[in-house]
Antibody, heavy 118, light 107 residues
Framework: EVQLLESGGGLVQPGGSLRLSCAASGFTFDSYAMTWVRQAPGKGLECVSNIGVGGSTYYADSVKGRFSISRDNSQNTLYLQMNSLRAEDTAVYFC????????????WGQGTLVTVSS | EIVMTQSPATLSVSPGERATLSCRASQSVGSNLAWYQQKPGQAPRLLIYGASTRATGIPARFSGRGSGTEFTLTISSLQSEDFAVYYCQQSNNWPFTFGPGAKVDIK
């Protein structure tokens, strides 16, 4: 059974940093791209960052230069390092397994809430 | 960035009735279109990928069609568990973008 478990969310002041983790199990982690998707309270879904099998990375313009995605295939874990956080980064952050070929998100974690506030 | 739009924003349907949701892309995305269902407090669930292929475990009452810029999701006979918000998402170009969502509620 595929499982994705996010952690690391919490309350942080504007300008602060946070690192999210996503522990994966139930599939061959190093064979799939992974994506972070966020959802601000009461709002829609936004793709934040994606990392490919070979380590290629993509970022939304809204987080470019501030966020960094990485993966540790030996630990089956995905990370999102978030720096210079802003109030508009407040959201539930989901990690999602990215299906090969279709690039759809076939499995999602339960999400972790990041709140940026003073 | 490809902009996705959805209509209607809200659809009120009685159980057992048919529901059809539309999704439009600002430029062609080929068949690189997925549909997701989200219920309050839950993560989204993949329903359809490749515009028309049902994901694992998705009931046959869900169907998708379209290509290019125009897509539809049809739920042939709404069940109580289908009342939720539905999102379309393109994966043709990064950033992969979602539509604003369409809420299906009980009439």
């Amino acid at each position: 059974e595929v499982q994705l478990l996010e952690s690391g969310g919490g309350l942080v002041q504007p300008g602060g940093s946070l690192r999210l983790s996503c522990a994966a199990s139930g599939f061959t982690f190093d064979s799939y791209a992974m994506t972070w998707v966020r959802q601000a309270p009461g709002k829609g879904l936004e793709c934040v960052s994606n990392i490919g099998v070979g380590g290629s990375t993509y970022y939304a313009d809204s987080v470019k230069g501030r966020f960094s995605i990485s993966r540790d295939n030996s630990q089956n874990t995905l990370y999102l390092q978030m720096n210079s956080l802003r109030a508009e980064d407040t959201a539930v952050y989901f990690c999602a397994k990215t299906s090969a070929g279709s690039w759809s998100f076939d499995y999602w974690g339960q999400g972790t809430l990041v709140t940026v506030s003073s | 960035e490809i902009v996705m739009t959805q209509s209607p924003a809200t659809l009120s349907v009685s159980p057992g009735e048919r529901a059809t949701l539309s999704c439009r892309a600002s430029q062609s995305v080929g068949s690189n279109l997925a549909w997701y269902q989200q219920k309050p407090g839950q993560a989204p669930r993949l329903l359809i990928y490749g515009a028309s292929t049902r994901a694992t475990g998705i009931p046959a009452r869900f169907s998708g069609r379209g290509s290019g810029t125009e897509f539809t999701l049809t739920i042939s006979s709404l069940q109580s568990e289908d009342f939720a918000v539905y999102y379309c998402q393109q994966s043709n170009n990064w950033p992969f973008t979602f539509g604003p969502g369409a809420k299906v509620d009980i009439k």
